[in-house]
């Protein structure tokens, strides 16, 4: 990033309505604002232009590679159906050409033309994902608390093709299903998994893979992906539902300082001698008294007591009983035993911040054109999610930069 953007919105003495109340788009919901557009210019930096213009002699159009990319992305910004749709739009509102750049004087770029450039940008997806960073960074430095609790999740991302031919015109495509429901609902395409900050409901990073491919084999790469490119994160908490529950994923997060607030999988808990487990995790002596956390050690593992030599309840079973400290030393034992107590209010309240994930999927769906496209193919597929995702992100920022706080978790598209 060049430079700070500050956006100027301004103030629609007709409508009487309050500076806070201003939309991201015009009153007739056919251009963006003159503040977003500030922080698109904004994330063109030098480089960035360099490296599109390189593009050019492959997508070999009379157009600037930095008019079809601003195109491209406000397409998502404005949540258009498809390629043409936009063009359309293009063609009927003056403004918005002039907002991307274009000679008014000179025909538009044809259908053809941005398919060339999408194809083109889809094998150079480092210069997405380059913006992107800069622009999670950007957001953690304006919006306070951002990544001490994230959570992680998946959802489906359509191909534009048909599992039903002999021949599928996406070989690449494959089958889904949402594991636990109880109808459950195959879906053809792809998958994107999502690593988001549950207090603004923002991305973080994002992995787009194949349907068939297992969400609990990709909790530790989102982390370390996130991990390699931000020095700030150091979550306090990362949670996941069932499908994350893995005694490898718990080590993982516990290695880079984190709690795991992984909800189990509903299997049979192996029975000890001197204690059992219960649905939630929490071992109980043979008394059937729960035993107390009383400490966390890194390498050690976590330490529990018996309640009554800890002085907090009486047992009939003293004399009997064998247990006095437990020590839960091996790492698949993590997921059996969390140092936050399962049973706990405050389980239950992080764990509830998981929602958040789902919000964002669904935003990035209704209002970031997710699931509005026509390719085909892993390439093609995962460029447009990370266009999705950008262009949620760069919204959100242009809002922390105006200083409203209060509406970067509702950052989407608003149409009057």
């Known amino acids: 990033m060049n430079h700070q953007v500050i956006v100027n919105y301004t103030t629609d003495v007709t409508s009487g309505q309050n500076l806070a109340e201003q939309s991201y788009q015009r009153r007739n919901g ?62 009927e509102n003056p ?18 033309t941005f ?6 940008l889809a094998e150079q997806q480092e210069l997405i994902q380059r913006l992107l960073d800069n622009v999670i960074h950007e957001l953690h430095q304006r919006l306070p608390e951002f990544g001490i609790t994230v959570a992680i999740d998946s959802t489906s991302v359509r191909s534009h093709s048909n599992p039903g031919k002999r ?44 349907a068939r491919e297992s969400d609990v084999a990709h ?33 993982a997060i516990y290695d880079i300082g984190s709690i795991p607030i992984i909800k189990m999988r509903e ?61 839960i030393r091996p790492f698949w034992e993590y997921r059996k035993f969390c140092s936050i107590p399962r049973d706990s209010d405050e389980w239950t309240e992080i764990y509830s911040k998981r929602s958040a994930v789902e919000r964002v999927f669904s935003k990035l769906k209704e209002h970031r054109r997710l699931n509005s496209h026509c390719h085909r193919g892993l390439e093609k597929v995962r460029l447009h999610c990370l266009m999705s995702v950008l262009s949620l992100a760069i919204t959100a920022l242009s809002e922390a930069n105006a200083n409203h706080i209060d509406r970067v978790r509702a950052c989407t598209r608003k149409v009057d």
């Open 30 to 91: 056919d251009a963006i604002t003159e503040g977003l557009r500030a922080v698109i210019d904004g994330l063109l930096d030098n480089e960035f232009r360099y490296d599109l213009q390189r593009m050019k002699h492959h997508t070999g159009t009379g157009y600037l590679m930095e008019q079809l990319w601003k195109a491209y992305m406000v397409s998502f910004i404005l949540n258009m159906d498809c390629t043409n749709d936009f063009i359309r739009r293009l063609e």
């Open 95 to 112: 403004s918005l050409t002039e907002i991307c750049g274009f000679n008014m004087d000179k025909p538009l770029p044809s259908r053809w």
């Open 115 to 120: 398919d060339r450039f999408i194809i083109s």
């Open 167 to 210: 021949i599928k015109s996406d070989p690449e495509a494959d089958f889904m299903v949402k594991e636990g429901s109880i109808h459950k609902v195959w879906k053809w395409g792809y998958k994107m998994h999502l690593l988001v900050d549950t207090t603004w409901e923002l991305p973080i990073a994002c992995e787009v893979t194949s």
């Open 219 to 251: 909790l530790i790469p989102l982390v370390n992906k996130a991990k390699g490119k931000f020095p700030w994160f150091r979550p306090w908490h990362i949670a996941a539902d069932s499908g994350y529950d893995a005694g490898y994923n718990y080590k």
């Open 267 to 327: 299997t049979p808990h192996k029975q000890d001698g001197r204690y059992s487990l219960d649905e939630a995790g929490i071992p109980h002596c043979q008394a059937g008294l729960p035993l107390l956390l009383v400490a966390h050690d890194k390498k050690k593992g976590m330490k529990y007591v018996c309640p009554h030599k800890a002085g907090k309840i009486k047992c009939v079973l003293l004399h009997k009983c064998t247990v006095s400290v437990v020590w």
